[in-house]
């Protein structure tokens, strides 16, 4: 159950030591770190389960975005941009993930975790791997939850501005200030008298 979970590291690491139990491993490797590529197979199949719920008319529904389907079953979007990927995200496509799925949140959360920082550099952290319709949405409503980062938005207390002197305060007749502006030539002698 995924909502057990509250950070990535933690679920990724549960699932390789569970694949390598039912791949025939004896229990004895849960109790060692998991490897690189069961890491890899963690994330695999966790993306595998999110991309269930597109169902089959995951072609239909996206077809703005160019989906195709890779040889591991993985759905990938960004085909017909695939040249402006590669200038700006150095990268071919993106890996499709649902919004609604607790798997997505999780991972969009544990990217804002790691620094607090904003909406657009989360979704661009995020946008780095994976494509998430609605992106923005989730993250703002992750950050709005994030407690760090309500105590970094609060306003601190402001400056209190003193009373006001009282000649400050009651007008001054006219003419008691005034000033002039001279202009022209003036001519200064150099030799004293």
């Given at each position: 159950d995924i909502t057990k979970f509250n950070t990535m590291g933690k679920l990724w690491g549960v699932t390789a030591r569970v694949i390598n139990i039912l791949k025939g491993k004896s229990f004895k490797y849960s109790l060692t770190e998991p490897t690189v590529e069961n890491l890899n197979s963690a994330e695999k199949f966790w993306i595998n389960l999110v991309q269930k719920e597109l169902g089959n008319y995951w072609k239909l529904r996206y077809k703005r975005l160019g989906p195709t389907c890779d040889t591991e079953g993985i759905i990938h979007v960004g085909d017909r941009l695939s040249y402006w990927l590669k200038d700006n995200w150095n990268q071919t496509k993106f890996i499709l993930l649902t919004p609604s799925h607790p798997f997505t949140k999780l991972y969009i959360q544990s990217i804002h975790c790691k620094d607090h920082a904003g909406i657009e550099t989360t979704l661009a952290k995020l946008q780095s791997r994976f494509w998430v319709p609605?992106?923005?949405k989730i993250i703002r409503m992750i950050k709005s939850k994030c407690i760090k980062c309500r105590k970094l938005a609060k306003k601190c207390e402001g400056q209190v501005?003193?009373?006001?002197?009282?000649?400050?305060l009651k007008p001054s007749p006219p003419f008691f200030r005034t000033s002039l502006d001279l202009f022209g030539p003036f001519f200064v002698k150099d030799t004293v008298k």
């Open positions: 609605r992106a923005r501005m003193g009373p006001l002197p009282d000649g400050r």
